[in-house]
């Protein structure tokens, strides 16, 4: 008897992908202490390989032409990694060793870099696995310029795995982003470290370092921001703890 195999075909769900990707690096890593005693937090390995190539990887795969990295604590280290290991995609590095200036500030410090079209925006120490398609892609395929300034990707708080938190924001039915998390009260849905923004968002922002916040905060008034729902796995990756139960549930499949 002669068995067939078929190989299985990710769906495509369509959409534009942006050409750049801002890689938010440029941390302390406190959390994950001692681990960053010697290394910037995106060198941290995770299964097998540092934070930040489990980001390229995913940027590869969606179609990502260029990635702007900011680089803070210990640059010269991430630099050298960024220049050595990282193939397939044009690097540019927004140096914040005078200063660091946390993500939003970060942004505008590259927003030359970054250039005039919507953008991506992704932490360095993101670890996710995609669902049934490309979550970039579906990312793109759900942006609408002309109502959105903003799209994160969101997880359900109950699936945000070694995630410590009590959620970031509210969905209403059509994905638009309602309100923050108040205090003392969950929220259902978690931030992954993954959004698309808008350039004109990045407007009228504080001196200095400051959240990428002030600018959600800004769209979510507006009606502008909104969340969309990922259909795989994601792990929060904060301390040396997470990567031990991480690691187990890849290997678990």
């Given at each position: 008897?002669?068995?067939?195999?078929t190989?299985?075909?990710?769906?495509d769900?369509?959409?534009?992908?942006?050409?750049?990707?801002?890689?938010?690096?440029?941390?302390?890593?406190?959390?994950?202490?001692?681990l960053?005693?010697?290394?910037?937090?995106p060198?941290?390995?995770?299964?097998?390989?540092?934070?930040i190539?489990?980001?390229?990887?995913?940027l590869?795969?969606?179609?990502?032409?260029r990635a702007?990295?900011?680089?803070?604590?210990?640059?010269?280290?991430?630099?050298?990694?960024?220049?050595?290991?990282v193939?397939g995609?044009?690097?540019?590095?927004?140096?914040?060793?005078?200063?660091?200036?946390?993500?939003?500030?970060g942004?505008?410090?590259?927003?030359?870099?970054?250039g005039?079209k919507?953008?991506?925006?992704?932490?360095?120490?993101?670890?996710?696995?995609d669902?049934?398609a490309?979550?970039?892609?579906?990312?793109?395929?759900?942006?609408?310029d002309?109502?959105?300034?903003?799209?994160?990707?969101?997880?359900?708080?109950?699936?945000?795995y070694?995630?410590?938190?009590?959620?970031?924001?509210?969905?209403?039915?059509?994905?638009?982003?309602?309100?923050?998390?108040?205090?003392?009260?969950?929220?259902?849905?978690v931030?992954?470290?993954?959004?698309?923004?808008?350039?004109?968002?990045i407007?009228?922002?504080?001196?200095?370092?400051?959240?990428?916040?002030?600018?959600?905060?800004?769209?979510?008034?507006?009606?502008?921001a909104?969340?969309?729902?990922?259909?795989?796995?994601?792990?929060?990756?904060?301390t040396p703890?997470?990567?031990?139960?991480?690691?187990?549930?890849l290997?678990d499949?």
């Amino acid at each position: 008897m002669t068995i067939k195999r078929t190989l299985a075909i990710r769906p495509d769900p369509g959409g534009v992908v942006p050409e750049t990707a801002m890689v938010m690096a440029a941390g302390l890593g406190k959390r994950m202490r001692p681990l960053t005693a010697t290394r910037p937090k995106p060198l941290v390995e995770v299964a097998g390989r540092p934070l930040i190539d489990h980001v390229f990887n995913r940027l590869r795969a969606a179609g990502v032409k260029r990635a702007v990295v900011n680089v803070h604590y210990l640059a010269d280290a991430l630099e050298a990694h960024l220049t050595h290991r990282v193939k397939g995609i044009d690097v540019v590095v927004s140096d914040e060793r005078g200063q660091l200036m946390e993500t939003g500030g970060g942004i505008v410090q590259a927003r030359a870099l970054i250039g005039d079209k919507p953008f991506l925006v992704v932490n360095s120490d993101n670890l996710w696995i995609d669902g049934p398609a490309d979550a970039i892609r579906l990312l793109a395929a759900r942006w609408d310029d002309a109502t959105m300034d903003a799209l994160l990707l969101v997880v359900p708080l109950a699936k945000a795995y070694n995630h410590g938190g009590q959620g970031d924001f509210h969905l209403a039915p059509d994905g638009r982003i309602t309100k923050r998390r108040q205090p003392g009260r969950p929220a259902p849905f978690v931030y992954t470290g993954v959004q698309i923004l808008s350039p004109r968002v990045i407007a009228d922002w504080p001196e200095g370092p400051f959240s990428t916040m002030v600018f959600w905060e800004r769209a979510i008034a507006a009606g502008r921001a909104y969340g969309l729902v990922h259909q795989g796995l994601w792990f929060d990756v904060g301390t040396p703890a997470a990567i031990g139960s991480t690691e187990a549930m890849l290997a678990d499949g």
